[in-house]
């Protein structure tokens, strides 16, 4: 069977190198020459898990390959649309939509099942999709099978979860979810099945409780730093109840979903009340870099220590631990203000180039060395496990604002540093 993937990013091609790995014949189209050369090269541009070796492999045994040149489609049985569809000063974009639906159209043989793995808002499917491909000649359910099976991996596990992750496919008739259920089980046999309208919502829920949870947890941090409580300690507790599920606080929500699929869901439909609930924890959310901004002004003011003369160490540019993607980082937020401030700052990533306008540092010790504040915004794996004698040992004053609470503050007090963290007013006494 041959699969066109259109849209080689961070949800294309993995999907794309799994499908190779599978057997399946794959051609993957994408704007970007610099991308397809790559991945024709059996290189991967992307810090995915895995992912390296099984790009390489698909590349070698002529299983997968990448082109600009949509007249490939034509020889395929499936189609996958896994192109941005990002939010525009509050607008959905749905142009990349629309160009890669066209594409698809133009080059679509009969009898092609075409599925949309992008987020769209509900009713994007029967309304505008539909009507699409209709005025292109097709019929949809008799000569070409459509359905929406939303993306759901998280960047930096991409392979494994695409392999185990329930899938939802949300069909627009039986003859749709059959084909559907034939392609996609040969990858990951865990689906469900259900109406499109259905699965386009779904996709949005799942990531709005996930930034609902979150903004509760930092609206508990602001409480807790006012009243002297750890509020990591007091989620840990509180999480010990068998239907508590509270989640971490932190210096911001980043990344291209949680900061955009809430919009999109309380922008579905006009009048409901209540919908304030969704906006409300987007601007919590999005008031934690300033919150962590504020800390570092504490800090400097409480240790007396001039704007002119401090070096902040910036850990972490990327949205989240262990990626190399700073898309709608906390970070950006952050430096962005602090430069205003006229701060000096080394910002090190062990994973993106990315300093948002600020001087980059290529190693830690370059980044820590003199410092007066260490401000970790993002929780990478290196940055838990770091050797805070050392760090002692090379830094100037010996100060830490902790965003993601990866430094337990007894340990930091330990070795002379004072300990500043979202949520932490003070640790826990018996
Ligand atoms: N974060 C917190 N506290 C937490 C968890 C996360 O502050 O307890 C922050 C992270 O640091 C990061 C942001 O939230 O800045 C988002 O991280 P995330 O791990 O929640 O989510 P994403 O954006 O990397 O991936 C999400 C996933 N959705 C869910 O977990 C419901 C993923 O499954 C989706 O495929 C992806 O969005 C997407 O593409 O929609």
Known sequence: MRVSVIGLGRVGLPTAVIFASKGFQVIGIDADINKVNAINRGKCYLHEQGLDEMLKEAVNKGNLFATKDDKYISQSDVIIIAVPTPLNEGVINLSYIKDALSVAVKNAKKNVLLSIESTIPPGTMTGFIKGFIETHGFTIDEDLFLVYSPERIAPGRAVEELLKTPRIIGGIGDKSIKRALEVYGKINPNIYVTDAVTAELVKLIENTYRDINIAYANLLALISEKIGVDVYEAIRLANTHPRVNIHLPGAGVGGPCL?????????????????????????INEYMPKHTVSLVLRALRENEISEKEAKIAILGAAYKGDVDDARESPSKYIIGELLEQGLNMQVYDPYTTESFGAYRSNT???????????????????????????????????????????????????????????????????
Do not use: C, Q
């Open 259 to 283: 900061t955009k699929d809430p919009y999109m869901l309380a922008s579905v439909v006009d009048g409901i009340k209540g919908i304030e609930l969704i906006l409300l924890a987007r601007r």
């Open 364 to 430: 830690l010790e370059d980044a820590l060395n003199n410092s007066d504040i260490i401000l970790i915004v993002t929780d990478h794996k290196v940055f838990k496990e770091l050797n805070w004698k050392w760090v002692a040992s090379i830094v100037r004053r010996r100060i830490i604002v902790d965003g993601r609470r990866i430094v337990e503050p007894h340990i930091a007090i330990k070795h002379g540093f004072k300990y500043y963290g979202i949520g932490y007013g003070g640790s826990f006494k018996i």
